[in-house]
Nanobody, 130 residues
Framework: QVQLVESGGGSVQAGGSLRLSCVAS????????MSWFRQAPGKQREGVAV????????YYADSVKGRFTISQDNTKTTVFLQMNSLKPEDSAMYYC???????????????????????WGRGTQVTVSS
């Protein structure tokens, strides 16, 4: 099994920055594809960024390209989401997610579907005020 714990959310003004962290534990082979999703009230959960822990490749939603950066630490147990130039529309609950997809199946041009994600964290709230 895999356990995911997010932290780092908070309230910032537009243009500000936040860094989210996701600490993962459990079977390594089950969490080779780590991603961040977000869900605003009344909206569907959407993928934001994904990283393949085996090679470090990543992929982003168009709405965050150039502003958000996903990365991992050397031990591959913590995944980060650096969020810069935040906008009010970035306000949402942010969730860390894990699956055992690898290589191009993880970061090959699309973000994972929520239905393909077996492991989820409880989320951390991000609020951006104008």
């Amino acid at each position: 099994q895999v356990q995911l714990v997010e932290s780092g959310g908070g309230s910032v003004q537009a243009g500000g920055s936040l860094r989210l962290s996701c600490v993962a534990s459990g079977d390594t082979y089950r969490r080779t594809c780590m991603s961040w999703f977000r869900q605003a009230p009344g909206k569907q959960r959407e993928g934001v960024a994904v990283i393949y822990t085996g090679g470090g490749s990543s992929y982003y939603a168009d709405s965050v390209k150039g502003r958000f950066t996903i990365s991992q630490d050397n031990t591959k147990t913590t995944v980060f989401l650096q969020m810069n130039s935040l906008k009010p529309e970035d306000s949402a609950m942010y969730y860390c997610a894990a699956s055992r997809l690898s290589g191009s199946f993880c970061t090959g041009g699309t973000l994972p579907y929520t239905s393909n994600i077996p492991y989820w964290g409880r989320g951390t709230q991000v609020t951006v005020s104008s």
